[in-house]
C-alpha cells in the first residue's frame, strides 16, 4: 500500500547552488521570475540571500550547505515540507560536503521529490502543466523496512 501526498498548485522549492553555480542559478531564476514568485521559495546560504536580492521576493533562507544547511533541506523533505528541489551543483569539483550532497539526493528519490540539477532539467519541470496544478505524488510504501526485525 503507498501513500499519497498532495504537492499544490503553490509549490514549496528549495533552491541550492554550489558557489561555481551560482551565476547560472541567478540567470535561470531571472528568467523565471514570475514563475518563481507564485511559489514558496527555501535556499541554502548564500544563494537564498543571492535569489531575494535578485527576485525582489522573500526567501526562507537556511544554513549554508557546508554548515548544514543541506541536511537542513532534506530534514525538510522527510517532513513533507519541500516539495520540489532545484539544486545546481557543480560535478566538476570535489566539495567538503559532498556526503551530504548525496544523502540530499538519495531522500529526493525516497519521498518521491522532483529535482532538477541543470537548466535544462529546470526548464522542463517548469514548463509542466504539473507546475502549476496540485498533483497526487505516490509515496512507495517503506512499512517493510520500517517493520523489519533487526
Not at 498532495?6 to 514549496?12: L, N, P
Not at 529526493?108 to 517548469?126: E, G, K, M
Amino acid at each position: 500500500m503507498s501513500h499519497i501526498r498532495k504537492i499544490a498548485a503553490s509549490k514549496r522549492i528549495a533552491m541550492v547552488a554550489h558557489d561555481n553555480r551560482k551565476t547560472e542559478l541567478m540567470d535561470w531564476a531571472a528568467a523565471n521570475r514570475e514563475l518563481l514568485s507564485k511559489n514558496t521559495l527555501y535556499a541554502t546560504g548564500t544563494t537564498g540571500r543571492l535569489l531575494e536580492e535578485l527576485l525582489n521576493q522573500p526567501v526562507i533562507l537556511l544554513l549554508s550547505g557546508p554548515l548544514g544547511g543541506d541536511q537542513q533541506v532534506g530534514s525538510m523533505i522527510a517532513e513533507e515540507k519541500i516539495d520540489l528541489l532545484i539544486f545546481f551543483w557543480d560535478p566538476m569539483s570535489a566539495q567538503p560536503h559532498d556526503p551530504d550532497v548525496k544523502a540530499l539526493l538519495r531522500l529526493c528519490v525516497v519521498w518521491n521529490i522532483p529535482v532538477a540539477s541543470n537548466r535544462a532539467t529546470a526548464d522542463f519541470l517548469f514548463t509542466s502543466p504539473l507546475m502549476h496544478e496540485d498533483y497526487l505524488a505516490e509515496q512507495t510504501d517503506y512499512s517493510k523496512y520500517l517493520n523489519r526485525i533487526v
